[in-house]
Every structure is written in C-alpha cells, then in structure tokens.
C-alpha cells in the first residue's frame, strides 16, 4: 500500500518527496517559532493609564550607586475637571530595570503634577507641568 504524498511535494523522477521543499517549510516553521518566543520574553514597562489626555511620564528610579531600584513605589494624585471636582490617584511599580510609564495625563492641569517616588524609607518628590513637557522622561536618584 503506498502513502500519500501531495503532487507538489513529489518528485517527478520517482515516489520520494522533494527535500528543499520540507526543508524549506521546515525552516520557515521554525524561524516563525522562534519569532513569538523572542516576542514574548521582552520584558514590558509597567504602564498606568489615567485617562483624561494625552500626555505622559516616563521614569527611571535609580540608587545612589547608579542601580536601577525593582519595585520602587511612584504614586500622582490629581484633581481635573469643572471646578476640581474629580480626582485621580494612581500608582506604578518599577521594573528590574528601575522602569514605569503613566500614560493619559491631563494636557492642561490646574496645577503642576508631583509624583512621589518611594523605595523603603527613602522618598523623592518629582514635579511635572504637561502644560510645557506633555512626553516628560524622569531620571530619579534616591540615595
């Protein structure tokens, strides 16, 4: 009884599928594979969202050896809205790599936001105005 082999993957010379073509596919599966494994081992920046514009914080918590901080504590709490009437608390924790990103800051506030960074008992209190850097980048040292 003879197995069934597609016509395309037969070769015309005799009954044996063609090696380049499983070769081919077999190497395209693979590079495919290894694609979504490389995807899926970046390590991905803490991101809170708060939803009221379009501006944004980064921040790098570091030590005062230059290390990054893991699990540093940034907290924002701001009011916005007619008469200051909602308020807004959020807080991001820092990747191995001393790394968090608010997202959806308010592009005009009343008042400058200050982020609070923590990291055991040493605190710093950073200070932004979306008004005149609405994509801010912080590097933060605690000694």
Partial sequence: MR?????????????????????????????????QLYAQGKPKIPTVDAGVGSCSADFVVRDGNNKPLYNASI??????????????????????????????LPDAPKNPLAFDVRY??????????????????YDVVLP
């Fill in 3 to 35: 197995e069934f082999i597609p016509g395309f993957l037969r070769n015309r010379r005799s009954d044996r599928p063609r090696l380049g073509v499983l070769l081919i596919f077999g190497l395209a599966v693979l590079s495919l594979a290894a694609g």
């Fill in 75 to 104: 907290d924002l709490t701001f009011r916005y809205g007619l008469f200051n009437l909602h308020k807004v608390s959020l807080e991001a924790f820092t990747d191995s790599n001393g790394r968090a990103h608010f997202k959806g």
């Fill in 120 to 137: 055991g008992d040493r605190q710093k209190t950073q200070t932004d105005n979306p008004l005149y850097t609405c994509k801010a980048s």
